[in-house]
């Protein structure tokens, strides 16, 4: 048990922990306005009726890769409640919003086919991104004390397009900054980092300081991504395809991604290590631990 007060996000940045390769993997999303008290364990304590919670439950368990989350503004519309459902595919991404006038109104959504792009179900699809910050500071001190303050300030420059969610996963990277539809995940945002992302994303552009990874990716892909990025100056959301993931041995891989506009194939071979440092990875963790660390062991441009 340390013996002294700390946060772990300045651990983590203390230890100049490399970020890509961590972010966490969902292909759908279930964003749930719940302008309430969030418990450490925001959706089973929370208060919504039994059988909402079994039905939110059986589609997250249902919907291959799907997580569910809750979101929240300062000051929450009085008239209805969102539901954002967001698919996070590499191409034709969406995010479908709805209205609701009370949560029972969620049992008469097939969820599952609104996830699949089969049916609207009376949900319209947001043009604009939605910006994710977790604020969740009941499970951990940092996300509120570092995602509160990003929160606040990019909501000045996106408005209601900005909002605070419950826990995004990977406590000792608040605060955390996720863009939707794409899923773009982001670590230890400071305002002016905060800004810059958002800006760059509405151009649809990825920017690689302190960038987490893509949520349809899997950790060793997010991790290629990065490297494959930040070697060949290829920032354009779209401009990359993922195509093939060969696992070499039980802590390396092969990836490989195309750009189709330039008649490119670019391959990155990457390795698992655990660092050499150790941390408290959470605010209320009892012991230190090393965490995984991608490295770049080869890298290869080639025509398609």
Known sequence: MSQYPFYCSELSRRAAEKTYGTASVGDVWLLVEYPYEWKPKAFQESELAPEIKWYL?????????????????????????????VRCRESDPFILKFKLGQYRQLLDLDLASVAA???????????????LVCTHGRRDKCCAKFGYPLYKSLKEMAGDFVWQSSHVGGDRFAANLVCFPHGLFYAHVTEGAGQRII??????????????????????????E??????????????????????????AWRVKFIAP?????????????????????????????????????RYRVSSD
């Open 117 to 131: 792009g089969n049916s609207p179900s009376g949900g319209t699809i947001t043009e604009r991104p939605l910006y």
């Open 199 to 224: 800006t760059e994303y509405e151009q649809r552009r990825l920017a690689l300081e302190n960038y987490r990874g893509r949520a349809c990716y899997s950790y060793a892909i997010q991790a290629a």
């Open 226 to 251: 990065y490297f494959i990025r930040a070697e060949s100056g290829v920032t354009m959301i779209d401009e990359l395809r993922h195509v093939d993931c060969q696992r070499l041995d039980e802590k």
């Open 261 to 297: 506009g330039q008649g490119r194939v670019y391959e990155a071979e990457v390795t698992g290590r655990m660092s050499e440092f150790q941390n408290f990875i959470t605010c209320h963790a009892s012991e230190e631990k090393s965490v995984i660390q991608y490295l770049l062991s």
């Open 57 to 85: 439950s059986s589609i997250i368990k249902t919907i291959p890769r799907a997580r569910l989350l809750f979101i929240k503004q300062d000051r929450p519309r009085k008239d209805h409640l969102s539901l954002f459902v």
